[in-house]
C-alpha cells in the first residue's frame, strides 16, 4: 500500500453557510513529508480537522491506511496524530501526565520508557513536572507534539508546528520532524514559512479558498518554476545589449546601468550559466563594477502562483 | 473490531478523578458546608420544635434523605456539566474528538467520574450528618443503589447541559434555576402531605418529590408515593438522557464544527 491517505471531493460547508472546502483531491504518500501551504482561511485547519473528526464533512470520502475513515475511525485512529493550530489543552495539568493522558485515550497502556523518550527529544524531560501553565508559548507547542507523539501515530498532522517559535527552536522542531519520518512517520504539516517547506518537504501542495491549486515535488516546483537573477552593475551606461550576448535571457535596466539576467531553472543551471555570461561579458568588453546574483525561492513561487490563481478566478 | 476501549474511558475517569482532587476544596468541602449549615440549623437548633409527621422518626432526621438528595442532585448535575463544559471551553477537546473514543468512552469516563465524585460526597455528608442528628437506614442496599441511580442519571443530565451551554453561566445556571429550587420545595423540608390544596396538586408536577420520597423510602421505609413509582421515573429519566447523548454523538450536535 503506497497511499496513506487519500481524500476526494472533500467538502465543507459550515453551520453558518461559509465553504471552506470546495471539493478537494488529494493523495498522501506513505513516508513523506507533505506541506501544504496557503494563505489565511484557504481551509487548512478545516483540511486537517475533517480527517481527524474535529470537523464534519458535508460531502466527499476520506480513506486512511486503505480503508474509510468514516466507517473504521475506530482503527484508524488510533494510528493518526494531531498538532492543532491552536494552543488548546489543559492548562492545570503537568507536563508528563498530559502526556501520559494522551497514550491512555488511544487505547495504549503506561510506558513510561518510551514517554521518557519523547520528553528527552523534544527537551522536556527536566520540565516534566511542570504544570502546562508555567511553560513558554514555545515549550507549550512541544507538549502539544509529545502528546500527538504518545500514541506513536503513523501519520501525523502539524499544524502550523513552528507558528510563534525562534528561529532556533524551529531548526531543532525540523530536526524532530526529519527524525520522526526515519522512523517511518507520514507527516503533514501546515506553515506560512515557505523556507520551512522548502527545507523539509517532499511534496508541496497549494490550497487557496478551499481548492488545491496544485500539488507537486518540492524539487520539480523549484526546477520547473525557480529562477536565477544576475544583476550587473555597469561601469560604463550601454546603448543596447551586444549582438554577442544574444543566446543569454539579458535585458537592460532602463537608466541603461545596469544588466539584468533572468533564467535557468531551480538546479542551479541558472548559476552556471551566469558564470559563462561573465566570460562572455569581458570577451566583448562589457565592464561592470558589481553582481548581484540570487536564486528566486519557494516563497515568489508561491507568491507568483497565487497571483495567477487570483488572476484567472477573476477572469473567469 | 473493538467497540469499546476500556483503557481510553479508564484514562478520562482517572484525569477527570484527578481534576476532581486538585479543585477538592470546591467539589467537597464547599456543598459539604452547606449541606451542613441545613443540618445544624434546621436539624439541630429548630429540629426540636418540629414535628416529621413520621413516627420515631425526628424532624432532624427526616431532612436527611432530602438533603442529601439536594446535594446530590446540584452536583452531580455541575460535575457532569463542567466535565464536558471545560474542554469545549478551553479547546481541550480536540484530542477526545480525535482520539479512538466514542459515545460509550465519553459517558463511562465522564459521567463514571462525575458519579463517583457524588457517591463520595453522599459518604462523606452522610458521616458527618451524624454529629448533628440521630438518624438510621432502613433499607442501606437500597440507600446505595438509589444514590448510584440518581447520580448518574443528573450526571448524564449535566452531561448534555456541557454540551449544550455556550458559557460559564449557562452551565451554572440550571442547577441554581432549577435543580437546586424544585429539589427544596419537593418535599426536603417536608411531607407534601401538609401542603394544602392547590400548593398539593402543584407540587405532584415536580420530578424533584419522587427523587427526595423514593430516597426517604430508602431511609425510613414510609413515603408520599410507592418507591416503585419513584424508581420507574429516575429509570426513564436515565434512559432518556442516555438516548439524548446518543443521538448528540452521533449527530456531533456542539461537539464537531
Ligand atoms: N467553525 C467555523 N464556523 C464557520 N466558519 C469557519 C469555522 N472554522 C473556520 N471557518 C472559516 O473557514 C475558512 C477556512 O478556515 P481554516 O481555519 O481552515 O483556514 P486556514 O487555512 O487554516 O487558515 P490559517 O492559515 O489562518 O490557519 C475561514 O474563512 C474561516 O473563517
Ligand atoms: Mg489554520
Redesign the interface.
Known amino acids: 500500500m503506497q497511499n496513506i491517505l487519500e481524500i476526494e471531493g472533500l467538502a465543507k460547508t459550515?453551520?453558518g453557510g461559509f465553504t471552506a472546502l470546495r471539493g478537494v483531491d488529494l493523495t498522501i504518500r506513505k513516508g513523506e513529508i507533505f506541506a501544504l501551504l496557503g494563505p489565511n482561511g484557504a481551509g487548512k485547519t478545516t483540511l486537517i480537522?475533517a480527517v481527524?473528526?474535529?470537523?464534519?464533512p458535508t460531502g466527499g470520502t476520506i480513506r486512511a491506511f486503505g480503508e474509510d475513515m468514516g466507517r473504521?475511525?475506530?482503527?484508524l485512529?488510533?494510528r493518526?496524530g494531531?498538532v492543532?493550530q491552536?494552543l488548546?489543552?489543559?492548562?492545570?495539568d503537568s507536563v508528563i501526565?498530559t502526556v501520559n493522558?494522551?497514550r491512555?485515550?488511544?487505547?495504549?497502556?503506561p510506558d513510561p520508557d518510551r514517554v521518557e523518550e519523547i520528553l528527552r527529544s523534544l527537551s522536556l524531560w527536566d520540565k516534566r513536572k511542570e504544570s502546562l501553565r508555567a511553560l513558554s508559548g514555545g515549550m507549550k507547542r512541544r507538549v502539544l507534539i509529545a502528546?500527538a507523539l504518545a500514541h506513536d501515530p503513523d501519520l501525523l498532522f502539524l499544524d502550523e508546528p513552528t507558528a510563534g517559535v525562534d528561529v532556533e527552536l524551529r531548526r531543532d522542531m525540523w530536526r524532530q520532524i526529519s527524525a520522526l519520518r526515519e522512523r517511518g512517520t507520514t507527516i503533514i504539516l501546515t506553515t506560512h514559512y515557505i523556507e520551512e517547506a522548502e527545507e523539509m518537504a517532499d511534496r508541496v501542495g497549494i490550497i487557496q479558498a478551499g481548492r488545491i491549486r496544485m500539488v507537486e515535488e518540492t524539487r520539480e516546483i523549484m526546477a520547473r518554476l525557480g529562477r536565477t537573477e544576475a544583476v550587473f552593475t555597469l561601469a560604463q551606461p550601454l546603448e543596447v545589449v551586444p549582438e554577442a550576448l544574444d543566446s543569454f535571457p539579458l535585458v537592460l535596466a532602463s537608466d541603461r546601468l545596469s544588466l539584468v539576467y533572468r533564467g535557468g531553472d531551480g538546479t542551479g543551471q541558472g548559476k552556471a550559466e551566469v558564470a559563462r555570461l561573465t566570460k562572455a561579458l569581458i570577451a566583448t568588453g562589457v565592464d561592470y563594477t558589481a553582481i548581484d546574483i540570487r536564486e528566486s525561492n519557494l516563497e515568489e513561487i508561491f507568491v507568483n502562483l497565487l497571483e495567477h490563481a487570483d488572476a484567472e478566478g477573476e477572469a473567469a | 473490531?473493538?467497540?469499546f476501549?476500556a483503557?481510553?474511558a479508564?484514562?478520562?475517569y482517572?484525569?477527570e478523578l484527578?481534576?476532581a482532587l486538585?479543585t477538592a476544596l470546591q467539589s467537597i468541602i464547599a456543598p459539604l458546608l452547606s449541606t451542613m449549615l441545613y443540618f445544624v440549623v434546621f436539624g439541630a437548633a429548630m429540629g426540636g420544635r418540629m414535628d416529621s409527621g413520621l413516627a420515631g422518626v425526628s424532624y432532624g432526621a427526616f431532612i436527611v434523605p432530602g438533603l442529601l438528595m439536594l446535594t446530590l442532585l446540584s452536583e452531580s448535575t455541575s460535575n457532569g456539566a463542567f466535565g464536558i463544559y471545560?474542554?469545549r471551553f478551553?479547546?481541550?477537546i480536540?484530542?477526545?474528538?480525535?482520539?479512538?473514543?466514542?459515545f460509550a468512552e465519553t459517558l463511562v469516563g465522564f459521567v463514571g467520574a462525575a458519579a463517583t465524585k457524588s457517591l463520595v460526597l453522599a459518604a462523606i455528608i452522610l458521616g458527618t450528618a451524624r454529629f448533628f442528628v440521630d438518624y438510621s437506614i432502613v433499607h442501606p442496599v437500597f440507600v446505595l443503589g438509589f444514590i448510584l441511580l440518581v447520580s448518574a442519571s443528573f450526571s448524564l443530565f449535566g452531561f448534555i447541559l456541557g454540551i449544550w451551554a455556550r458559557s460559564f453561566e449557562q452551565v451554572g445556571m440550571v442547577p441554581a434555576l432549577f435543580v437546586m429550587p424544585l429539589t427544596f420545595l419537593g418535599g426536603t423540608f417536608y411531607s407534601i402531605d401538609v401542603l394544602p390544596e392547590p400548593w398539593r396538586s402543584i407540587a405532584l408536577v415536580n420530578p424533584m418529590v419522587y427523587l427526595v420520597n423514593g430516597l426517604r423510602w430508602c431511609f425510613y421505609d414510609t413515603a408520599d408515593f410507592p418507591v416503585m413509582l419513584s424508581l420507574a421515573m429516575t429509570l426513564g429519566f436515565l434512559a432518556l438522557c442516555v438516548l439524548i447523548i446518543a443521538r448528540i454523538f452521533a449527530t456531533?450536535w456542539r461537539l464537531?464544527?
Not at chain 1, 481527524?52 to 464534519?56: D, E, K, P, R, S
Not at chain 1, 473504521?72 to 482503527?75: E, G, I, K, L
Not at chain 2, 480536540?94 to 466514542?102: D, K, N, Q, R, T
Open positions: 459550515y453551520d480537522g481527524c473528526g474535529l470537523v464534519q473504521h475511525w475506530r482503527r485512529r488510533r493518526i494531531l492543532p491552536e488548546s489543552t489543559d492548562m492545570f501526565n493522558y494522551s491512555g485515550l488511544f487505547g495504549l497502556g502528546k | 473490531m473493538s467497540l476501549n483503557r481510553s479508564w484514562t478520562i482517572k484525569h484527578a481534576r486538585r471545560m474542554p478551553t479547546g481541550a480536540f484530542e477526545l474528538l480525535s482520539a479512538p473514543v466514542g456531533g464537531r464544527s
